[in-house]
């Protein structure tokens, strides 16, 4: 199973929006509402931001959302902040009863 | 609050096997799904499988399909994977995983505090 697409890298200023996107084929991310996001700070244990593709787990910030379109699913960070520089992976369910997790994209605050 | 407590650091020879446990508590164990994941130095998680012990549910990655062996026991409320004929690129942190739903997959929202495994000669 390849693993998902995501860009190496966005970046923006503090109080901008970003978008990271995550591609993958009609057999993962088009095929099924399963996507979840991850937060990663270096050195920390994954800390999941976005289940099912929109959902957020109690206690994540609303800054934090994600979307779908196709095979392409997206998480936007709303008013950016220092603390959201971190990786963020993407994952899918794939329809061999699996998962696989994107590249990671490393995001920076300017 | 769930929490996974993994066993300690381990440095393995090319060769042997690991095998790492999964503690869990504060929660229901046997509905949820357990995925064991690892990430190498600098690189991203890689999901290797997952048990689902209520249903009988077993998952591994076409990857590492044919070199682990991931298991549960619900009497104690832990999951344990084993990796075989481990080399080099063996190297990583290995992560349990909670899924945040029960019974399928959604996110995995409960993650234990991961385990260092070093394979060298």
């Known amino acids: 199973q390849s693993a998902l697409t995501q860009p190496a890298s966005v970046s923006g200023s503090p109080g901008q929006s970003i978008t990271i996107s995550c591609t993958g084929t009609?057999?993962?991310?088009?095929?099924?509402?399963?996507v979840s996001w991850y937060q990663q700070h270096p050195g920390k244990v994954p800390k999941l931001m976005i289940y099912?593709?929109?959902d957020r787990p109690s206690g994540v910030s609303s800054r934090f959302s994600g979307s779908k379109s196709g095979n392409t699913a997206s998480l936007t960070i709303s008013g950016l902040q220092a603390e959201d520089e971190a990786h963020y992976y993407c994952?899918?369910?794939?329809?061999?009863?699996?998962?696989?997790f994107g590249g990671g994209t490393k995001v920076t605050v300017l | 609050q769930v929490q996974l407590v993994q066993s300690g650091a381990e440095v393995k020879k090319p060769g042997s096997s690991v095998k790492v446990s999964c503690k869990s508590s504060?929660?229901?164990?046997?509905?949820?799904?357990i995925n064991w994941v690892r990430q190498a130095p600098g690189q991203g998680p890689e999901w290797m499988g997952r048990?689902?012990?209520?249903?009988?549910?077993?998952n591994y990655a076409q990857k590492f399909q044919d070199r682990v062996t991931i298991t549960a026991d619900e009497s104690t409320n832990t999951a344990y994977m084993e990796l075989r004929s481990l080399g080099s690129e063996d190297s990583a942190v290995y992560y349990c995983?909670?899924?945040?739903?029960?019974?399928?997959?959604?996110?995995?929202?409960?993650w234990g505090q991961g385990t260092l495994v070093i394979v060298s000669s």
């Open positions: 994952g899918s369910y794939i329809n061999s009863n699996t998962w696989v």
């Open positions: 009609s057999s993962d991310v088009g095929g099924y509402n399963y």
């Open positions: 504060g929660g229901t164990f046997s509905g949820y799904g």
């Open positions: 995983a909670r899924d945040i739903k029960g019974g399928r997959y959604a996110g995995l929202a409960f």
């Open positions: 048990i689902i012990p209520l249903f009988d549910i077993l």
């Open positions: 099912d593709v929109t």
